[in-house]
């Protein structure tokens, strides 16, 4: 079955830091991949997505995403983070060709400390 | 402001109560989603509907069913509440065809 791995639960930071949070996927065909955020006390948002095209994708506030084929990854980044950043990332596949049926990790929490 | 509306936000019932989650999007999207997330599992898909008048199950639909009323609104119904359905539950709206993007607030049921 297929399934989405974030394998850092939990992250804290200081302000400035970089930040960079894991999203491994199995499976083998053509995918679509999202990054979600919820902010404390908000509602889940669409941070980014990857269809095709450049493997880099550049999202909201200074997010960035990197899909590597080989390594069935596409991780989270962002040079610089600030206390606005606290909140969990949720990483997303979609199997492509119009289906509705994604998987989602499980998130990251995410506290940058001021 | 523009989004997706949940009611009720909290919701306690008994085993083998029923009741429906309402969900309700002023964005005029097609699709429209019904989400669970439990701890350590992420947001499961329960139902999903392409358009209005059209619903497919997800991945979690047992237990449950759904109504595209119209544009508008998409309700999720729990017949007989198990303990097993506790749980925070999202309907989400997009323009994009499967790409959930605006999502509500969230519900959060207690089934004892």
Redesign the interface.
């Known amino acids: 079955a297929q399934s989405v791995s974030q394998h850092n639960h939990h992250v804290i930071l200081s302000e400035a830091a970089s930040l960079e949070l894991g999203c491994n996927y199995s499976y083998g065909g053509t995918v679509n991949l999202f990054w979600y955020v919820q902010y404390p006390g908000q509602h889940l948002q669409l941070l980014l997505k990857y269809f095709s095209g450049d493997p880099l994708v550049k999202g909201i506030k200074g997010f960035e995403a990197e899909f590597i084929k080989s390594k069935f990854s596409f991780n989270l980044r962002k040079p610089s983070v600030q206390w606005s950043d606290t909140a969990e990332y949720f990483c997303a596949v979609n199997q492509g060709g119009g289906t509705y049926k994604y998987i989602f990790g499980t998130g990251t929490r995410l506290k940058v400390l001021a | 402001n523009a ?2 509306t949940q009611t009720p936000k909290f919701q306690v019932l008994k085993t083998g109560q029923s009741m429906t989650l309402q969900c309700a999007q002023d964005m005029n999207h097609n ?1 429209m ?1 019904w ?1 669970r997330q439990d701890p ?6 329960i139902y ?1 509907s ?1 358009s209005e008048g059209t619903t ?1 199950k ?2 979690v639909p047992n237990g449950y069913n759904v109504s595209r009323l119209n544009k508008r609104e998409f309700s999720l119904r729990l017949e007989s509440a198990a303990p097993s359905q506790t749980s925070v539950y ?1 309907c ?1 709206s997009s323009e994009e ?10 519900t959060r049921l207690s089934i004892l």
């Not at chain 2, 350590?40 to 898909?45: F, I, V």
Request: net charge negative.
């Open positions: 989004g997706v699709s989603y989400y350590g599992m992420g947001l499961r898909l999903y392409a497919d997800g991945e999202f989400a065809a499967g790409i959930p993007q605006h999502f509500g607030d969230g």
